[in-house]
């Protein structure tokens, strides 16, 4: 069993649709969440830094994280065609050492 | 503000070459991660280093993968006699004491 699972998708929604992307894991070490953009053939891009439970809203992004469940959820609202990408979950258990793992990532399209 | 610079940004190597990806992280940051990206899958880490110090390698392969970041200068990945496998995307990461991680655009190797 993988630590962090992952749909990979691919996720096909209309523009201005809400897009729900969500990770699972397994290691109840993990302290720390985060969510990565990686456009087709560039770098991932942190999006979204979370720690511990609770929701974290920046924009038209949210992220929840369920330590209970080991569960974890990105939310885009009002999705734009510049949203698609594969979107990257990632967690670790030191705040301050980004030894990270990442699920496989879940391919986001945004079709007008 | 330049950010993670890795080069080059595009190897093709014949089985049983070297490679050497090259990696300047951000100005000011003295940690350096690197990871690689098979096609279709996440991130996986590699190697965690400080200036001239190895802190963690638990994601090497055991044989002919080393890597280096010297007092002056870039962090060096090398995969020394490479083989097909040894295609992926390579990436590396920068971060200070206790932020989060800045991702390079990547290397992406090709073995033929």
């Known amino acids: 069993q993988k630590e962090v699972e992952q749909d990979p998708g691919p996720l096909s929604v209309p523009e201005g649709a809400i897009v729900s992307l969500n990770c699972t894991y397994s290691?109840?070490?993990?302290?720390?969440f985060m969510w990565y953009r990686q456009y087709s053939r560039k770098g991932p891009e942190l999006l979204m830094y979370?720690?511990?439970?609770g929701n974290k809203e920046d924009g038209r992004f949210t992220a929840q994280v369920d330590k209970s469940s080991k569960y974890i959820s990105l939310f885009i609202r009002d999705s734009q065609p510049s949203d698609s990408a594969t979107y990257l979950c990632?967690?670790?258990?030191?705040?301050?050492?980004?030894?990270?793992?990442f699920g496989a990532g879940t391919r986001l399209a945004v079709h007008p | 503000n330049a950010g993670v610079m890795q080069n080059p940004r595009h190897l093709v190597r014949r089985r049983g070459q070297e490679a050497r990806l090259r990696c300047s992280p951000m100005?000011?940051?003295?940690?350096v991660y690197w990871y690689r990206q098979l096609p279709e899958e996440g991130l996986k880490f590699m190697v965690y280093?400080?200036?001239?110090?190895?802190?963690?390698e638990s994601g090497m392969p055991k044989e002919r993968f080393s890597a280096e970041f010297p007092k002056e200068g870039p962090s060096i990945l090398r995969i020394q006699q490479v083989v097909r496998g040894d295609s992926a995307a390579y990436f590396c990461?920068?971060?200070?004491?206790?932020?989060?991680?800045?991702f390079g655009q990547g290397t992406r190797l090709t073995v033929v």
């Open positions: 990632a967690m670790s258990v030191s705040g301050g050492y980004n030894k990270l793992i």
């Open positions: 290691n109840s070490a993990f302290q720390y």
């Open positions: 979370t720690y511990s439970s």
């Open positions: 100005k000011g940051h003295s940690h």
């Open positions: 280093l400080q200036k001239e110090n190895i802190i963690d």
């Open positions: 990461a920068s971060a200070s004491m206790n932020t989060e991680a800045f």
